[in-house]
């Protein structure tokens, strides 16, 4: 068995880029850390801050039903389909520069999103966040990784972003039945707006970016395409949720985004400056921590789907009672982030973290598929959460730190855009996957158990026992998704262990990609 995949240390430092090796280390790149952590929690936790608030808005804006689903898919599809151009806007522009017109933008976003008078306004609005959202994830990520280059500190705060990346939907849910049940539902808008002004405080003060952007050009073509062809994507994914998979516009956007991906890819053979290196996603570790980010949130926001509907309609709870059964989850992730990721990473090869944490999650929502309508928060829910945030926690991490590892300082905005494309492309695909299960096999074990009721009672069915199979059904098709997230857990634990071969990174500085290493240095 080679060295690589053994995971050993190599017995030599890896030469440091030259950039790397002349500058000292910021002495306030800790405060640094806490700006963009801040600014990362607030895009994060956008994405679920309003699913405990949105009965509340819908009926204060009277939307429809079918129309309701734009509040979140708005925002994933400005955010997911427009972080490839945002990150090499950021490799263009400066990162803090970018940084900070994302921080602004998404503050006025929320401005108007909370001060929204009519449903159209609402969802306008909601993309606007998701437009600036797509600046912000990217040039945070790159900053982060052009700041911290030393082994253990790298380990450090990329644990502590880890944390943020992986708990912020969770804190999300939390503070979204905070706010909607003590204030009202537009003040998960509105809290955005003290938290940007916060951050852009401290990105003035704090966040310092390199100058040297030689060789950084816009593709507009590849953004035409790569965008077009992940808005395509996402938002086929999001219809797919009301219309179902087999529907003529789901199938027609879903195949004209994949058409487009493709088109995508050749046109990025042939650029003379490519929106997205092929480089970047062509080396075997980046791509399976890309793959491993993708598939974990394929499951965990399915996960979050179910278990927010299971515990307010099935078991009753109350919105802040439901964003606090959700605690546990935030916490662990907290833990297995920055308590273990963060001390292992520069002595595991990240693999030894990535394919337990997926397996330990795969549990805990295998654990899920033994729910039933009686309550079982303690019994099953609580254990199934710690087991799920802990393996979370676990993959974050490692996941992050090793898709940007090695890459030159112009790469770095459009690698950091790749790794919240797969996070977001993930999360809506898994949504829109998952929900479209869940619905169907409830479909039918309704259907059947209903029918089945009848003829045992002479054709009469008591309210009482039509609400029984009801609730029994939707319990049924949540376990039954919840399963196939599990396997998809299952399959991101393969994938991290097979694609994943890098080493523990070194207590000197990470080289670039193509700078001089020696053999023995990792990839």
Request: aromatic share 8%.
């Amino acid at each position: 068995m080679s060295d690589a995949s053994r995971g050993d240390a190599p017995p030599t430092a890896p030469t440091p880029p030259s950039w790397a090796a002349q500058a000292e280390p910021d002495p306030r790149r800790w405060w640094g850390l806490v700006v963009i952590a801040l600014a990362q929690l607030m895009v994060v936790l956008d994405a679920t801050i309003v699913n405990i608030a949105l009965p509340s808005a819908q009926r204060a804006l009277d939307m429809s039903d079918a129309n309701r689903q734009w509040v979140i898919t708005a925002y994933t599809l400005a955010f997911g389909g427009l972080l490839l151009l945002g990150g090499r806007i950021a490799d263009l522009v400066g990162r803090k520069r970018t940084f900070i017109i994302g921080l602004i933008g998404f503050a006025i976003a929320s401005g108007l999103g909370g001060a929204a008078t009519s449903s159209w306004q609402l969802f306008g609005a909601r993309a606007l966040q998701g437009a600036f959202g797509a600046l912000l994830a990217p040039s945070a990520l790159s900053l982060l990784t052009t700041t911290f280059t030393i082994g253990k500190e790298r380990s450090k705060a990329f644990g502590i972003y880890g944390a943020i990346a992986g708990g912020g939907a969770a804190i999300g849910l939390i503070m979204g039945g905070l706010l909607t049940e003590y204030l009202s539902w537009r003040w998960c808008l509105y809290v955005n707006i003290p938290v940007a002004a916060i951050a852009l405080l401290g990105a003035l003060v704090f966040l310092h970016d390199r100058a040297d952007r030689g060789g950084v050009h816009l593709d507009i073509p590849g953004a035409v395409l790569g965008c077009g062809g992940l808005v395509a994507i996402v938002y086929g994914c999001g219809e797919a949720q009301p219309r179902g998979w087999g529907d003529p516009l789901v199938i027609g956007t879903l195949v004209g985004g994949v058409l487009l991906l493709v088109l995508f890819t050749w046109w990025q053979t042939r650029a003379r400056h490519p929106l997205l290196p092929l480089h970047i996603v062509r080396e075997r570790n980046r791509a399976g921590s890309f793959l491993t980010m993708g598939l974990a949130l394929m499951a965990l926001f399915g996960m979050f789907l179910f278990m927010t509907y299971y515990l307010q309609v099935v078991l009753g709870y109350s919105p802040l009672k439901t964003g606090l059964a959700f605690l546990p989850m935030t916490a662990a992730i907290i833990v297995g982030s920055t308590q273990i990721s963060a001390r292992l990473l520069h002595r595991l090869a990240p693999r030894l973290l990535m394919a337990p944490g997926a397996v330990l999650a795969a549990i805990g929502l295998f654990l899920l598929t033994f729910l039933t309508a009686e309550p079982a928060y303690v019994s099953h829910v609580l254990p199934a959460e710690l087991l799920v945030g802990l393996g979370m926690g676990l993959i974050f991490m490692p996941v992050m730190a090793t898709a940007t590892a090695g890459v030159a300082f112009h790469d770095s905005g459009v690698t950091s855009a790749t790794v919240n494309t797969a996070q977001q492309v993930g999360g809506s695909i898994g949504t829109a996957l998952l929900n479209t299960i869940a619905t169907s096999t409830s479909a039918v074990y309704i259907g059947s158990h209903l029918a089945d009721a009848a003829r045992r009672n002479a054709g009469r069915l008591t309210p009482a026992l039509r609400d029984g199979v009801v609730k029994d059904g939707v319990v049924h098709g949540f376990t039954v998704a919840i399963g196939v997230a599990s396997a998809i857990m299952l399959l991101a634990a393969v994938i991290s262990w097979l694609m994943v071969t890098a080493r523990a990174p070194q207590h000197g500085p990470l080289p670039e990609s193509g700078s001089p290493k020696p053999t023995d240095a990792p990839v």
